[in-house]
């Protein structure tokens, strides 16, 4: 397995990601960032954040295996939230368990969850990037 996830003992355990990622890779693999469309490009659960979190979580994956990985390989994910409030994050906590519960994975890399004004479609509420390396 090429990425290692690890939270140091001097840090917070946090049970949605580790601290730490090390790869030992050799192929990297960018994965642009996803937001809730389905194959046709259909918006998924228009005002619904929990859906659309799931429906980006599942095209990482789709995007993932396209490049041979999984989110196995999942170095670092960067999630961005339109109006972000902290009452905003059971529902990004249920949308992430849905995802991993339809893929059978367990998604904690490190992450970063940043706040935005807006996206690029004004119904899309959340986009959601990946960094994997690969042997």
Not at 112 to 120: E, K, M
Request: charge should be negative.
């Amino acid at each position: 397995m090429a990425i290692t996830l690890v939270n140091p003992n001097e840090l917070p355990k946090i049970d949605v990601y580790r601290h730490v990622s090390i790869a030992c890779g050799s192929k990297l693999v960018f994965v642009a960032g996803q937001v809730a469309w389905d194959a046709e490009g259909v918006t998924v659960g228009e005002g619904d954040l929990a859906a659309q979190v799931e429906q980006c979580y599942l095209n990482i994956h789709t995007a993932l295996a396209e490049a041979g990985g999984s989110f196995d390989d999942v170095a670092k994910l960067t999630v961005y939230v339109v109006d972000w409030t902290p009452e905003k994050m059971p529902l990004l906590l249920d949308g992430i368990s849905r995802a991993a519960a339809k893929l059978g994975v367990t998604p904690v890399p490190p992450a970063t969850l940043l706040g935005v004004a807006a996206l690029d479609v004004p119904d899309h509420l959340v986009e959601v990037e990946a960094t994997a390396i690969l042997d």
